[in-house]
């Protein structure tokens, strides 16, 4: 009788673990349309500057869509290192990644493309703007890209995963992702 309330007690445990790092990974979407906001790329998140945002685990992901199609976004973390938002996909593999650091003052942005649990770099791929910005309160990436490029024919939303490291690198492992998802509405 004892090993069968170890047991069941085990899969509880088990059971609540479970759900509380879903919990944390994934987050309710959110959602843009069309409207006039036209966020300005400078590593800056003003008030009213988005017209959408949603909190990631640590991570806070904002958007706006423009009426000419371009959505814009812009990601904040605490992490001190890289920060990387991938869309398309809510994994790496497939998905593409627009990715930042600040290094000795020097902001660095790259698009990259997940293959695997790798990023190499994206041949076709790029922003139509983008800064980065680093503080004592962390990291800020923003970016523009055209949307007709990541909302698949017949989808009604965009798959999304952000990610996040301490490493000034493109390379370092990111302790931190979640995915989401962004609808888009007409």
């Known amino acids: 009788m004892k090993q069968g309330f170890m047991v069941v007690r085990k899969i509880a445990v088990f059971g609540l673990i479970f759900v509380a790092v879903s919990a944390l990974s994934f987050a309710e979407g959110f959602s843009v349309s069309p409207?006039?906001?036209?966020?300005?790329?400078?590593?800056?998140?003003?008030?009213?500057?988005?017209?959408?945002q949603v909190k990631v685990g640590q991570a806070t992901i904002y958007s706006t869509l423009d009426q000419?199609?371009?959505?814009?976004?812009?990601?904040?973390?605490?992490?001190?290192?890289?920060?990387?938002?991938?869309?398309g996909s809510k994994r790496m593999n497939g998905a593409a990644i627009f990715m930042g650091y600040v290094k000795d003052g020097t902001p660095n942005f790259a698009v990259m493309m997940?293959?695997?649990?790798?990023?190499?770099?994206?041949?076709?791929?790029?922003?139509?703007?983008?800064?980065?910005?680093?503080?004592?309160?962390g990291t800020v990436?923003?970016?523009?890209?055209?949307?007709?490029?990541?909302?698949?024919?017949?989808?009604?939303?965009?798959?999304?995963?952000?990610?996040?490291?301490?490493?000034?690198?493109?390379?370092?492992?990111?302790?931190?992702?979640?995915?989401?998802?962004?609808?888009v509405k007409n």
């Open 114 to 137: 997940g293959q695997g649990h790798k990023v190499v770099p994206a041949a076709n791929i790029k922003a139509v703007a983008s800064a980065v910005a680093s503080s004592a309160e």
């Open 68 to 87: 000419d199609g371009i959505l814009y976004f812009a990601v904040k973390s605490p992490s001190k290192g890289w920060l990387g938002l991938g869309l």
């Open 35 to 52: 409207g006039t906001l036209k966020p300005v790329a400078d590593g800056k998140i003003g008030d009213g500057e988005y017209s959408s």
């Open 141 to 183: 990436i923003e970016f523009s890209v055209p949307i007709k490029y990541y909302l698949k024919s017949g989808a009604s939303s965009i798959p999304m995963i952000v990610a996040s490291s301490n490493g000034a690198d493109f390379t370092s492992f990111h302790p931190f992702y979640a995915s989401t998802d962004l609808a």
